[in-house]
């Protein structure tokens, strides 16, 4: 609240510290059920998006949803608000959820205590992630992706929706290991400039 | 530390996690080294990774696994609070009782040392009043004494000494308040031994009548009181003193200092 106050007087930090969803988690380390069903109805879809398009399969997406909200609900501590921002972190942790029931299920040994419970790092956002909504913010991403190379596109996503590695994308393009590399590299960093210059 | 610009091809992709094992392993043994700007890069490239997500086709989960998860959530949360101790007793009731504790140790100290306090007062009490007593007797006996010195009705008695050494001493006959015996300038008896008044009747073979004892303070004063003497002055010959062991004789074991005829 003081540091909302400061900031709003535009002598203190920007509000990253007070922002809802940091507030959201922090009462689940409380075990507040309240907060716990906001945090759900704000951030459900995007997460479940993510999963099913990662795993392909509604009834298995939902079952990977329910434990990532789950291990959320049990492990609030572990998310840092002052280290970044909630919904890259709740997202990394949907999706290494995913691609390791995605792994298991293709090695044929789904064994659920072979999954790792490891939570990811929490990413600080850089500066310009401020400067657009999240719906602005995903329609320029989705224009910015849209313009890539068909084939520098699918790189990308063979490497973040199916968790394949250089080698495994090249594999599966049948491209040259050095021109993956490359795509995959300047896709990242093209996205990088479409949001820096909107600032 | 390696050099960090062969590692910065690799932050995107290691962000992404496409990178082979080998190469993934050597972007770790580098951030592990502490290159804090390889570190920031990878902070960013993990941030625009994460966007990604956003390239998923719109879809909405089921109700029913909303309703699944806030069943579960609201049975751990009861369940959590369920399993916490009823009476847990907080710390700052454990300070409370810790305090109770020693407040009570010191009360009970505090007790008794009043009452050592409390039996002391009353013993010296005692003594005080026993004091007070003895200086109630010894003011009976002055102011009996004073009478016998100034009523007109007492006859003098002159003790000369035996020695020429010793005091002359006097003594004041009241027929109904007693003898009073004065002396100044007294040696004191030796040791333990006291002075001791003897009555000398005047029938002929009757022994000497013990009386009172005294020895003389430091300045060598003394005032003896004999309050019941014989009823008959006359009966009287004399008046003695002699030196005596501890607690008087019942017959003279020495020769007179001192002696007194009545008439």
Redesign the interface.
Known sequence: MFLALLANLGIGPAPVEVSLDATLVQSLVRRDVNAFEQLYDRHSRHVYALVLRILQQAATAEEVVQDVFLQLWRNAAAYDAERGPFVPWLLTLARNRALDHLRLKSERQRRREDQTDELPPVAAAPEYERELDERRRVERIRVLMGGLLPRQKRAIELAYFEGLSHSEIAAKLSEPLGTVKSWIRNGILRLKEGLQTVS | MANGDQFR?LI??Y??????PQERGSVEAHLAAGCADCAKAV????????????????????DM??G???Q???A??HA??SAKPAAVIPFWMWGALAALLLFTIYTSWETIQVRKTIDATNEQAKQEIAKRHELAEELTIAQRAAIILTDPRSVKIPMPAGSKDMPKLDAMWHAEMGIVVTGQNVPMPAGNRTLQLWLIPKTPGAKPMPSMMVRPDADGKFMLLVANPPDNMESTKALAITEEPAGGSQAPTTRPIWVGATS
Do not use: I, N
């Open positions: 091809e995107e992709a962000a992404l996690g496409a990178l082979d902070d960013e490239a993990r941030w625009l990774v994460s966007q990604l997500a956003f390239l998923a086709p719109d879809a909405k989960p089921s696994l909303r699944r998860l806030l579960t959530v609201r751990e949360a959590a609070e």
